[in-house]
Nanobody, 124 residues
């Protein structure tokens, strides 16, 4: 069983930055593919970014490539999402997720464990 707890969300002005963190319980964190998803009001949950266990493979949604950076620290059981140049359309609840399959890291259905989410609100 893995528990994921996100933090770092909040209210920020457009053009600002935030860094989200996701702390994971469990001794096998380093084996998981970790991902970030987001869900805007009235919309579905969309893929944002993912990183493999070693960090050697990283994936981004086209909408955030060059703007967001995902990273992980396996010694701290933590994955991060650095978000820069934030825009109002980045407003959403951001979810951390862990996948044990290692396949199709951009697909929501491949993730076994989910955090409760952290709200990010970007004002114009």
């Amino acid at each position: 069983q893995v528990q994921l707890v996100e933090s770092g969300g909040g209210l920020v002005q457009g053009g600002g930055s935030l860094r989200l963190s996701c702390a994971a319980s469990g001794r096998t964190f380093s084996r998981y593919v970790m991902g970030w998803f987001r869900q805007a009001p009235g919309k579905g949950r969309d893929f944002v970014a993912a990183i493999t266990w070693s960090g050697s493979n990283i994936y981004y949604a086209d909408s955030v490539r060059g703007q967001f950076t995902i990273s992980r620290d396996n010694a701290k059981n933590t994955v991060y999402l650095q978000m820069n140049s934030l825009k109002p359309e980045d407003t959403a609840v951001y979810y951390c997720a862990a996948s044990t399959t290692g396949r199709a890291p951009t697909l929501l259905t491949q993730y076994n464990y989910w955090g409760r989410g952290t709200q990010v609100t970007v004002s114009s």
